[in-house]
């Protein structure tokens, strides 16, 4: 292996396709004979559809049908992209009642503008209070059509315990414990007890749904194009709505534009039964507006929560009622925020109890470590507290009880291999750590954080061919959200033996790509990258091999370098790769052509954890934060390619500033979004980000990711929030509990502070 | 979204006023079309049959010294008000003012014109404009069909939230006129924005101050206050307790009780409560009329009270 291309700072392979605006994504696709399609939204939060009447609609020209539930198969709605279109019973504003079909998308906005409907408005409960009311509206009052699938496709089985629950509106609950909560409590020094709620947030890719579906007459299956994590899922939902074999869907894995867990299936379903009716290629492409009323946002949180400890800062017990605002189906990622919150430390009593509850909003969805920001405000908040009250070092107080490998987790099963004390010693060395105090003297306060994502596994395969001019192909069925197609390309290179430019990641489709999982849950290159290893190695192998005939040697002296078949020591005796393969693509050739696979499937997760470090000022006036440094230091195995390495923890970084300080999707008390456009919803932008924003990359290796990497998309947002929470706390002396933490709440905070001392 | 019949692309006031006239209420016009837009696709506005664009009418791109005015055309963007030097010494407030309005793509398009005649209270520009005393040219077409062009207060244009006395349907701003910097005169802008949302701020207030030639005193001061009421408020009782104090701790703190007292601040929900906004207003009080002061103070004319 030439390992000089790993850990290169190569430009990504479709940078330059992207940023000039080539690069083909979902909306970009046009088929003869596409029609255009509009969702008709509910305006209600609850009500019953009294009449729908598509009369003048109908009219508009150009309108080629008005698609209502009538019209579509009578499946129970196990999930929400099974609500296909609304029967009688809306159950979030936004949710879908009718489609409209035509010739142009004008005509079909037009259209979709006259669908009459009528609606018998009823109350909904919009809060978790409202909806946990003992007379409160039940969104599912027959009891729930099935549970979420999604859930288990971020490698989210984390086995607590169920209770029964006692409430129509609680959808899925879950138990941790170990120890003796209440006793770890009376023999605390000191117990740090308070209330954390975070709102619902967007994940705000700049792409929006988008989905093409063309159907075919002849298997009554279909051809796809949609912006989507996972097509192969994708496919396996598209056939079974339209009740084909799934090999008689084909899937294109598209570029997306931005997807952060969001876009796993949602209207996909819905426009291959249209299409399917009309005969014709179909399109939807959602508003910005639409995204933001029905896309698959993050869910809110409430967690009443207490920490005690000793007096000399040990840790003892932790104890947490835990609740999810999952909206109108379960999809809360509930399991796996109790699971972190309890099990990054050691700690000896811990009681979790964790509630989904459901309301009249859209489900929700994956969102970059779902469950992680929200379970990380909490604990890293209580941690940090202690660590101020007994005016401990935060750092150290971490470095004590953070877990290491091998530990137990809350659930009882131990910690993979990962590096949470590493990159807690890398802060520690940190200039902006050690320059905490000169800070403190500007007026700035310093916070940090830890936080982390388990990471996913699923199988996979690869496959590789050598093609007649010497370059090597990859094939894979995986979605490219993060830079994963250029360290393929590295990793390939360095193992084969080429240069970078010669080896080309061709992305398949469902009928002819070797199968991979939803890009989600960093762990595309975690699990696909072992897998292009073996196909990489074997096809080099039946390279040496026919070399070795040509070239008259032993395939043991044989090495392949910059594209050469070469005699070791002899580097005037040697064959290029292209007349290599050239013998296996012709009339009458002697050898078979280059082309191998690899398949991978391996259950070990290598969790991946950040910490980071927030410094900041207020403008007590106005409550204006100012972030002067932001350190995301993050272990990631092996960055194969630290430039996208860096841009995952920046853009993750990037986006718990925003579950910080800007973001929350405000619904109003009939279950109205009034955050649904940007001009409401602040994504951060320029102005928000820290005057310095400082990566660490710290490299332990693990033995079961490729090169010793392991997932690094989702840890980078997993800790910002607390830090940033905890740098205000120091900054303030005040301690925030609710996100985000805006101008308003800093003074109404601090006039607070000044009233009651 | 159904489209308008005609986009006229108008070259002189007239050629724009007789346009309107043909439509007879139907046509309307458009300058940066940054909020028309947004308005005719939420449905705010009713879709007009036709639409006149008066960004190519020279006369609304005036931006000069006219004796002792500074006039500035109702086409003039943010961009162009950003970098004027003329207003950079004239009339700071209004470069602060339009400096903070949505974003580079948003004051590239966007007019002073635009601003005013969507008539908000809290519109950034506008609330400038008051501060300044500006007035407002505004020509219409007489059932005889002459064009006639008169001058009206600023504070005369607005009827109400989103509500302009400006008829865009028959009636265009020509430009704005204010009086030319007067000896020891300065202006100031600022604004708190909302951490959700990039257009409307929470509060906006802007002030022009004129100090005695000693410089020791308020000569004359004028402040606005946006959103405060359904209107650009001007606060007049604050104004009243600067006018003859001297400058400095216990005059500011008498002008922001008398502000706090007139200004009618809401609570709008989810957007700002009452009590942040009023905990705001003597924050940008505190600010602006300490800088309009500190401008003032750098008056470098020959002074002849
Ligand atoms: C993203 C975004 C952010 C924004 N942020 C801010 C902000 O921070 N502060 C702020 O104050 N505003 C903001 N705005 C609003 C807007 O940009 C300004 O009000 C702008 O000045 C409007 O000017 P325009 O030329 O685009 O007006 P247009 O949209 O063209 O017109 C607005 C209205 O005025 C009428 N009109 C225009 N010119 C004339 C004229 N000469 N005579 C008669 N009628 C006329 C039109 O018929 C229409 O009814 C923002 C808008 C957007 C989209």
Excluded at chain 1, 463 to 483: F, N, S
Excluded at chain 2, 19 to 36: H, P
Aim: charged fraction near 20%; hydrophobic fraction near 45%.
């Amino acid at each position: 292996m030439t390992t000089e291309v790993i850990g290169q700072p190569l430009p990504m392979v479709d940078g330059r396709p992207k940023v000039t605006g080539r690069l083909t994504y979902t909306p970009d696709i046009t088929l003869p004979g596409m029609v255009h399609a509009r969702l008709v939204i509910s305006p209600y939060a609850h009500a019953w559809i009294r009449s729908l009447s598509v009369e003048e609609a109908r009219r508009v020209p150009g309108v080629i049908a008005i698609l209502t539930a009538q019209d579509m198969p009578d499946v129970p709605p196990r999930n929400r992209h099974l609500l296909l279109l609304a029967r009688d019973r809306v159950i979030f504003a936004g949710q879908p009642v009718a489609l409209v079909l035509a010739e142009s998308e004008a005509a079909a906005e037009d259209a979709a503008e006259l669908v009459a409907v009528e609606y018998e408005p009823l109350p909904a409960a919009v809060t978790i209070e409202e909806a946990l009311a003992p007379d409160a509206p039940v969104v599912w009052p027959d009891g729930l059509p099935g549970a979420s699938e999604e859930a288990a496709a971020h490698g989210a089985d984390v086995e607590g315990e169920t209770e029964t629950t006692t409430h129509p509106n609680i959808a899925q609950t879950v138990h941790f414990h170990r120890g003796d909560v209440r006793r770890g409590l009376e023999e605390a020094d000191i117990i740090v007890e308070y209330t954390f709620t975070t709102p619902w947030v967007h994940q705000n890719y700049l792409e929006p749904h988008a989905t093409v579906v063309q159907p075919n007459p002849e298997t009554g299956g279909a051809t796809v194009w949609t912006s989507t994590q996972a097509p192969f899922y994708i496919r396996e939902e598209i056939a079974a709505i339209l009740g084909v074999p799934e090999s008689d869907v084909q899937v294109h894995v598209m570029p997306v534009g931005g997807g952060f867990g969001g876009k796993f299936i949602l209207y996909e379903p819905l426009i291959a039964l249209a299409a399917r009716q009309v005969g014709r290629p179909v399109r939807l492409v959602l508003t910005r507006m639409e995204e933001m009323l029905a896309g698959n946002p993050a869910p809110a949180m409430r967690c009443h929560a207490r920490l005690g400890a000793k007096e000399d800062g040990t840790l003892l017990a932790l104890e947490a009622d835990l609740v999810f605002d999952g909206g109108c189906y379960p999809s809360s990622p509930l399991g796996i925020a109790a699971l972190l919150m309890g099990s990054y430390y050691n700690i000896p009593h811990v009681d979790i109890r964790g509630r989904e509850v459901l309301t009249f909003k859209p489900s929700s969805g994956a969102y970059r470590a779902p469950g992680a920001p929200q379970a990380t405000f909490v604990i890293e908040s209580l941690v940090d507290e202690v660590a101020r009250r007994l005016q401990l070092d935060p750092l150290t107080i971490r470095l004590r009880h953070a877990a290491r490998p091998g530990d137990p987790m809350v659930n009882g099963k131990p910690w993979g291999n990962m590096g949470l004390v590493d990159v807690l010693r890398a802060l520690e060395n940190h200039p902006a750590w050690r320059a905490r105090e000169e800070a403190r003297r500007q007026g700035h306060g310093v916070g940090i954080a830890i936080g982390g994502w388990p990471g996913g596994t699923e199988p996979a395969a690869a496959a590789c061919r050598l093609e007649r001019d010497g370059t090597l192909h990859i094939h894979v069925g995986a979605v490219d959200l993060t830079g994963t197609r250029t360290a393929f390309v590295q990793m390939a290179a360095a193992i084969f033996g080429l240069p970078p430019e010669k080896v080309r990641v061709v992305v398949g489709d469902t009928d002819t790509a070797p199968y991979a999982g939803a890009a989600g849950g960093s762990k595309t290159l975690y699990t696909l990258g072992p897998a292009l290893i073996a196909a990489v190695e074997e096809a080099r192998r039946q390279v040496l091999a026919i070399a070795a005939e040509l070239l008259e040697a032993a395939e043991e002296d044989l090495e392949i370098q910059d594209g050469y078949v070469q005699v070791r020591g002899a580097p005037d005796h040697r064959l290029s790769l292209a007349e290599i393969a050239s013998q296996t693509m012709q009339f009458g050739g002697r050898f078979p052509p280059i082309m191998a696979f690899g398949r991978h499937a391996d259950r070990t997760q290598s969790p991946g954890f950040s910490a980071q470090l927030a410094e900041v000022s207020v403008d007590p006036e106005t409550g204006q934060v100012h972030l002067h440094r932001l350190v995301v230091v993050q272990d990631v195995g092996r960055a194969i390619n630290p430039l996208a390495v860096e841009g995952q923890m920046q853009g993750g970084a990037m986006q718990g500033i925003g579950w910080a300080l800007t973001e929350a999707m405000i619904y109003n008390g009939d279950g109205q979004l009034i955050t649904a456009t940007w001009a409401d919803y602040t994504v951060p932008q320029v102005e928000h980000l820290p005057d310095r924003m400082e990566t660490v990359i710290v490299e332990v290796p693990t033995d079961h990711g490729p090169l010793g990497a392991r997932g690094v998309g989702e840890p980078p947002v997993v800790p910002t929030a607390a830090a940033i929470a905890n740098a205000l706390a120091d900054a303030l002396g005040v301690r925030f509990t609710e996100l985000p933490i805006t101008p308003e709440r800093i003074v109404h905070a601090l006039r607070e502070r000044a009233r009651t001392a | 979204m159904p489209r308008w019949e005609t986009y006229h692309l108008a070259t002189t006031v007239e050629d724009a006023l007789n346009f309107l006239a043909v439509y007879q209420g139907e046509a309307t016009v458009i300058a940066g079309g940054t909020d028309l837009m947004i308005d005719l696709e939420t449905g705010e506005v009713p879709l007009p049959r036709g639409v006149v664009d008066i960004t190519r009418v020279k006369e609304l791109q005036v931006l000069r010294r006219e004796g002792k005015y500074v006039v500035v055309g109702a086409g003039v963007t943010h961009s162009r008000i950003v970098t004027s030097s003329l207003l950079q010494v004239e009339a700071p407030c209004l470069v602060e003012a339009c400096g903070v309005i949505g974003g580079p793509q948003v004051r590239n398009m966007g007019t002073l014109g635009g601003n005013v005649a969507h008539a908000l209270p809290a519109a950034d520009g506008t609330v400038a404009l008051v501060a300044l005393e500006a007035e407002a040219q505004v020509a219409r077409r007489t059932a005889e069909g002459q064009v006639v062009r008169t001058w009206h207060p600023i504070t005369s244009l607005f009827l109400g939230p989103g509500r302009s006395a400006v008829d865009s349907t028959r009636e265009l701003i020509v430009a704005f006129r204010f009086p030319a910097r007067r000896p020891r005169e300065g202006s100031a802008f600022d604004r708190i924005m909302r951490p959700q949302g990039v257009a409307l701020p929470i509060l906006g207030v802007a002030a022009r101050v004129q100090l005695t030639p000693d410089g020791q005193h308020f000569q004359r001061a004028c402040l606005c206050i946006g959103p405060a009421g359904p209107v650009p408020f001007r606060a007049r009782q604050a104004e009243a307790v600067l006018v003859g104090q001297p400058v400095g701790e216990e005059t500011l703190a008498q002008a922001v009780t008398a502000a706090l007292e007139e200004a009618r601040l809401r609570t709008s929900r989810h957007r700002a409560t009452r009590e942040y906004r009023q905990e705001m207003l003597r924050v940008l009080l505190r600010r602006v009329i300490p800088k309009a002061v500190e401008r003032a103070r750098t008056w470098k004319g020959v002074d002849t009270p």
